[in-house]
């Protein structure tokens, strides 16, 4: 049973343009979604989070969109780079549980 | 500030074989957590400590995998006797006990291959 859902296992972007990556969570419990950036090799790095009481946080690049009603979340990236080519995680957390719980990951890769 | 660090990077095995991992949290973290990342999947919880104590082993496969935290820091993971399905990386993450927030920082993993 995934709780946390990314349907999309990859995603190409020019560069310069926009990316979006989705995720979808069944758990009404959750309360706090964070993104991770993975490299090959390494262990994933923390990105962007936001809480259930916004539906919106943003720094930099990066942007992150909750719909609660859809139970859906969504990472842009814009401009992309082509630094930004790795794999984006989505998690999320319960408010009774201290866990998160993964998305299986989206290989984002911006083409130069 | 020194990331999660964790050794070795990489181990290959026979199954039967037992094999050890090794974490050292992020100064001052109190949390940690042990995940196993199989190949396609995102990672998924296998233990957590508190300081010294476990918080949750639920998905922890007791039969053969066991943890410790001996003095509430580094922390290490144990597999004894190995499978072949246990083949995926090992991934330490630590994070400070804070309520209104749960960010997890990672090391970068043990890749472990079981023959």
């Known amino acids: 049973d995934q709780q946390v859902k990314q349907n999309s296992p990859s995603l190409s972007v020019q560069e310069g343009r926009i990316s979006i990556l989705n995720c979808d969570y069944t758990?009404?419990?959750?309360?706090?979604f964070l993104w991770y950036k993975k490299y090959p090799a390494e262990g994933p790095t923390f990105l962007i989070s936001?809480?259930?009481?916004?539906d919106k946080n943003e720094d930099g690049r990066f942007t992150v969109f909750l719909n609660k009603s859809a139970k859906h979340l969504s990472l842009h990236i814009v401009p992309s780079q082509p630094g930004d080519s790795a794999v984006y995680f989505c998690?999320?957390?319960?408010?009774?549980?201290?866990?998160?719980?993964f998305g299986s990951g989206t290989q984002l890769t911006v083409l130069p | 500030e020194a990331g999660v660090a964790q050794s070795p990077r990489y181990k290959i095995i026979e199954k039967r074989q037992s094999v050890a991992f090794w974490c050292n949290p992020i100064?001052?973290?109190?949390?940690l957590y042990w995940y196993q990342q199989i190949l396609g999947q995102g990672p998924k919880l296998l233990i957590q400590?508190?300081?010294?104590?476990?918080?949750?082993d639920s998905q922890l496969p007791k039969d053969r995998f066991s943890a410790e935290r001996l003095k509430g820091v580094d922390s290490t993971l144990k597999i004894q006797p190995a499978k072949l399905e246990d083949s995926a990386v090992y991934l330490c993450?630590?994070?400070?006990?804070?309520?209104?927030?749960?960010?997890?920082?990672f090391g970068p993993g043990t890749r472990l291959l079981v023959l």
């Open positions: 993450a630590s994070s400070l006990f804070r309520a209104d927030q749960e960010t997890q920082y």
């Open positions: 758990n009404s419990m959750f309360d706090y």
């Open positions: 936001i809480s259930s009481i916004k």
């Open positions: 998690a999320a957390r319960s408010r009774s549980a201290r866990q998160l719980t």
């Open positions: 100064s001052g973290h109190a949390t």
């Open positions: 400590f508190q300081n010294n104590g476990v918080v949750d």
